[in-house]
């Protein structure tokens, strides 16, 4: 049976076991905003054969261990890596995101999804393995995937949008199509998961991204069932299940129910709420709003002791950003955020 890894400031806070200080890692920590990305990326030609070269990702995968002291490394990848497998075919453009060459119209294009293949996304289980192997197990590797609705957003959608108004608009004339995609898009996940597990993934993260546009009730309905199946479908012994949700204030209550050992929160929400209502049962990652690291040191130090004082010294928290790292980003101010939240929240 795999290992606890060598660091696992991850593994305890997530569990709530007794931990030395907190754990740190930061969503998109490995991006465009480090010259050593840029220059990886370069190499590669574009995004896709970027994540899809193993080499490649898992140097892109190291970035944060050599340049930032992050407790943990999440995969270098991308929420749509096991899209292609089913048959949905797409780019990114530069200075726009991903774009989709057929979206989803209809109940025939559901039908007509192919069958999830984890051979098509050996890559994913070889960047893992490589990762872990490369700094002797000492961090934990975190594993990824996309929730149900957020990839049937993109599906529909065909790119990123602002108000979500096919996705919403099949939802609302066609619930039992848009069910039935989620359906397959949950077993697919299903299968992704458990084979990032068991290609030694430490932790698991479940980006749901665009949930945060639905009413409370499609929340529930749309979002938070399918990633409830997720859970109890996945196989792991100690490896905890991390759930983000973009948007959350709203239903804070009802994400909190889906079974998982750590909520995942952006800045929309105050950290003390969220530890009264978790109240010991689950853990809670979060939610500097990423914007402050546009400032000064001073202000930096001064929103990451705040929301450490907002948790306090109990167990139970990963330091996270409410989303991820932008391109435009400082580096040094990112380092400087990791060193100040690993010296000021020593027990
Ligand atoms: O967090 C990490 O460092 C791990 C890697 C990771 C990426 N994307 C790398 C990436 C993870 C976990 C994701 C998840 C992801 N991808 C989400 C969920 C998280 C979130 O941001 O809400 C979503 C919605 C996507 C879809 C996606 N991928 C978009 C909208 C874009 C374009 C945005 C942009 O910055 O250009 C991507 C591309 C992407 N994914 C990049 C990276 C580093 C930029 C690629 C590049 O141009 O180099």
């Excluded at 890596?81 to 989709?100: A, N, Q, R």
């Excluded at 108004?165 to 099949?170: A, D, E, H, L, R």
């Excluded at 848009?178 to 980006?207: C, H, P, R, T």
Aim: with cysteine.
């Amino acid at each position: 049976m795999k290992k606890y890894p060598k660091n696992d400031l991850l593994i305890r806070a997530a569990k709530r076991e007794p931990i030395e200080r907190t754990p740190i890692w930061l969503m998109r920590q490995a991006g465009r905003y480090m010259p050593e990305y840029r220059e990886l990326r370069q190499k590669a030609g574009n995004f896709k054969n970027f994540y899809k070269d193993p080499h490649l990702a898992v140097q892109a995968t190291l970035l944060p261990y050599h340049l930032l002291g992050v407790d943990a490394l999440i995969i270098f990848s991308d929420i749509l890596t096991p899209l292609e497998s089913i048959g949905m075919e797409f780019d990114f453009k530069e200075g726009e995101g991903p774009v989709f060459q057929n979206p989803i119209k209809d109940e025939k294009d559901i039908h007509n999804l192919k069958q999830f293949d984890t051979k098509d996304i050996s890559y994913v289980g070889e960047i893992i393995k490589q990762t872990g192997k490369s700094i002797d197990y000492e961090l934990p590797v975190i594993g990824f995937c996309g929730a149900p609705f957020t990839l049937a957003a993109y599906m529909i959608e065909g790119r990123t949008s602002r108000d979500f108004k096919k996705t919403k608009k099949f939802m609302y004339q066609n619930p039992t199509a848009f069910k039935n995609l989620l359906d397959k898009l949950s077993d697919m996940l299903i299968e992704y998961l458990n084979f990032q597990i068991d290609s030694g993934a430490d932790a698991v993260q479940i980006f749901d991204s665009w949930a945060g546009y639905l009413t409370p009730d499609d929340y529930r309905e749309f979002a938070l069932a399918p990633i409830k199946k997720i859970i109890t479908s996945i196989k792991r012994n100690y490896q905890p299940i991390i759930h983000f949700t973009k948007g959350v204030a709203g239903f804070f209550d009802e994400m909190i129910t889906s079974g998982a050992d750590v909520y995942s929160v952006d800045w929309m929400i105050d950290l003390k709420k969220v530890k009264q209502k978790l109240n010991t049962k689950a853990s809670a990652q979060g939610n500097l709003d990423p914007i402050v690291l546009y400032a000064s040191k001073e202000t930096i130090k001064k929103e990451a002791l705040k929301i450490l004082q907002k948790w306090g010294k109990e167990t139970g928290h990963i330091f996270n950003l409410g989303h991820g790292l932008m391109p435009d980003m400082s580096v040094e101010n990112v380092k400087f955020l990791v060193d100040v939240v690993k010296q000021e929240s020593i027990r």
